[in-house]
């Protein structure tokens, strides 16, 4: 038996694989092929103060080894996720994170204090680094200033665990990583997605109707890694890696790389089971190399 707890925080997750916001929906459009409590979380996907719309269709488009999306944080908002999403998500037996979004300080500040009253809820995932949507998200994300006075705002008003996620769409991502460790944030996750872009050159019109959009997949995982491993060098809170993690193997990496957990993106799309396989297939990796417990290689290349 290998020992595959991880600690975020106060939070204990019973293994060090959660599911990436905005891959898993509410985690109900996956229980008909697996036990979601299997999972160490699930992170919702996005939810704003009020109802959003998202951006017009269409949004997705498939690239070389991965996709770009411009969904733009689409959801019922707040109050919707209260009375409806909230008592489903709550009995799912593992732990259930929020993916907080808005446009202004005040909008983010406001949802994560809604968020701390819901018991059920022991973490919140700050989003600083959508980058699609025309205000807040990545403009957050990407300027120093402003990442710290909302992780600041948010922090003062949210006690449960404090997750920022960052954006990979600067020069240096450990500069934002101190800035939410000294802001007083219990972990930050990396990365959000890579900003691309798509053309069809037959009907000579760009695939997505915002234009530009998210890359996720495969095709970002090299990039992604090389942050992981950059930002677990550069602050003392646990990183939480992701960013094109289709297998255990690939989870391996980013845990060698300094990650105390991982999340799972887009390989939900193509396998749902991704994320229990995953679960699985570091255990079998573990024991094959003669570990008892995951913490005994996160980070490994880093004391070698
Ligand atoms: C369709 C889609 C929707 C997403 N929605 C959100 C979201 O609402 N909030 C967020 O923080 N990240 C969102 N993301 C980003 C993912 O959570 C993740 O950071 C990114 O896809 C990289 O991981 P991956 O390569 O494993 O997919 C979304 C990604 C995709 C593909």
């Known amino acids: 038996m290998v020992n595959l707890e991880v600690s975020i925080g106060s939070m204990k997750l019973r293994n060090p694989v959660i599911t990436a916001s905005g891959t898993f929906g509410y985690g109900s459009e996956f229980e008909d092929f697996m036990d979601v409590s299997k999972l160490g979380g699930i992170i919702l996907k996005a939810t704003t103060l009020e109802p959003r719309e998202g951006n017009p269709y269409p949004r997705m488009a498939e690239t070389a080894s991965g996709m770009l999306n411009a969904v733009g944080l689409q959801n019922k908002g707040i109050d919707y996720f209260e009375k409806n999403i909230y008592p489903k998500v709550s009995c799912y037996g593992t732990n259930v ?155 391996i990496e980013f845990i060698l790389a300094g990650a105390s957990a991982v999340q799972v993106g887009t390989a939900s799309f193509i396998d749902p089971l991704a994320s229990v396989k995953i679960i699985d297939g570091i255990a079998e990796y573990l024991s094959r190399k003669g570990f008892s417990d995951i913490r005994e290689i996160t980070g490994l290349i880093n004391r070698k």
């Open 97 to 251: 994170m929020a993916n907080v979004n808005g446009s202004h300080i005040e909008d983010y500040v406001g949802l994560a204090g809604r968020m701390n009253r819901l018991e059920k809820i022991p973490a919140i995932e700050l989003n600083i680094s959508c980058p699609n949507v025309k205000m807040g998200g990545m403009a957050f994300g990407n300027n120093p200033v402003s990442a710290r006075e909302v992780i600041r705002a948010v922090r003062a008003v949210y006690t449960k665990v404090l997750i920022v996620k960052l954006s990979p769409n600067v020069t240096d991502i450990t500069e934002f990583a101190r800035i939410a460790e000294e802001e007083g944030a219990d972990a930050v996750s990396l990365v959000n997605t890579f900003l691309g872009m798509s053309i069809d050159a037959n009907t000579m019109k760009p695939r997505l109707s915002t234009i530009t959009g998210g890359l996720s997949g495969p095709a970002i995982k090299p990039i992604a890694l090389r942050m992981v491993w950059q930002t677990a060098k550069s602050v003392k809170i646990p990183v939480i890696g992701l960013g094109g993690i289709m297998n255990a193997s690939d989870a």
